[in-house]
């Protein structure tokens, strides 16, 4: 049992006074950092992940051939046999509207309608999904139908500008998972420190508990459940805090709809998560207690 029964009477030789020592206050600001990492870690993760899936077999197609109807011939032609292959999924033109509107936003034209930036020589880009996931086969095939529709054309794999980015979001997921583990190991260690300093202030008592026959473990019960209680109490408070920010961050996050922030989200796994971590930690909180208490007491008497 997390949090041993222990007759009242027995209860009123240790003082139950709520939140009065610094135990539950460290143990609040760590459970708050706890979860805030973690809401970090599986949000990065999350938003990694859709990257991979986004950039995971697709290619884009730049024909550069000076010749404006040349060029847009050849990338008719390739959309039409592109889009005719077994191994792609959909082959889509961007449109010169779309290029220039995007481009617009660098040139201070936010629609595109910058006369300088009209007359700027574009190129005719394909977007290109593949089907399963020998990615590489499937390139290597497209190349050869890119010579023979559009020679000069360039091949332009989305993982090779997006990948590092999806990797410096992985890592620092992995970064985020090791500060919840080394902030789990610090609560440990308060606990350790909070039961030895209450066996240290309550030592007369525990060897009148002994001369009146009360066992190791009878003991260990009744202080496991002070710092049980305890660390309850300052996991509640680290938690509500929490809590709240994160439902103020996560108001502020709705208005995101693109860029790569708008792909970082918990999900219910991550919710589900950060639900379980207060109960985890004092479950993990009251382990801990029962055994420095039980090595602790074998050592007095």
């Known amino acids: 049992m997390i949090i041993p029964r222990v007759p009242v009477q027995h209860r009123r030789l240790l003082p139950d006074r709520r939140l009065s020592g610094p135990t539950p206050w460290v143990i609040a600001l760590l459970m708050m950092l706890t979860l805030l990492a973690a809401a970090a870690g599986v949000g990065l993760a999350r938003s990694a992940n859709a990257i991979g899936d986004a950039i995971a077999g697709r290619v884009t197609v730049q024909i550069v051939t000076a010749n404006p109807v ?6 008719r032609a390739l959309r039409r046999r592109a889009a005719a292959q077994s191994f792609v999924l959909s082959a889509r033109s961007v449109e010169p509207e779309e290029l220039q509107a995007t481009l617009g936003q660098w040139f201070g034209s936010a629609e595109g309608d910058d006369p300088v930036l009209k007359s700027l020589p574009l190129p005719a880009l394909i977007d290109i999904d593949f089907v399963g996931e020998k990615h590489a086969n ?4 497209l190349q050869k139908l890119v010579a023979e529709e559009a020679p000069g054309a360039r091949i332009i794999p989305h993982a090779e500008w997006l990948g ?3 990797r410096l979001i992985r890592s620092l997921a992995w970064v985020a998972g090791g500060l919840v583990v080394l902030m789990a190991l610090a609560s440990a260690a308060v606990v350790i420190m909070t039961a030895r300093a209450a066996l ?4 007369p008592t525990i060897e009148m508990l002994h001369l009146i026959g009360a066992t190791d473990r009878q003991i260990t019960r009744l202080f496991q459940r002070r710092i049980a209680i305890d660390t309850a109490y300052g996991i509640a408070l680290g938690t509500t805090v929490a809590a709240a ?3 103020l961050i996560g108001l502020q996050w709705t208005g995101v709809t693109s860029g ?3 792909t970082a989200s918990l999900g219910v796994a991550g919710w589900l998560l950060l639900l379980a971590l ?3 930690a004092i479950a993990l909180a009251a382990l801990t207690a029962r055994q420095t208490l039980l090595s602790a007491l074998k050592k007095i008497l």
């Open 200 to 203: 240290a202030t309550h030592f």
């Open 164 to 166: 590092p980015v999806a």
């Open 260 to 262: 790569l922030a708008a």
């Open 138 to 141: 499937h390139v290597r095939a």
């Open 70 to 75: 040349t060029r847009a011939e050849q990338a």
């Open 278 to 280: 207060p109960l985890l």
């Open 245 to 247: 920010i994160l439902l």
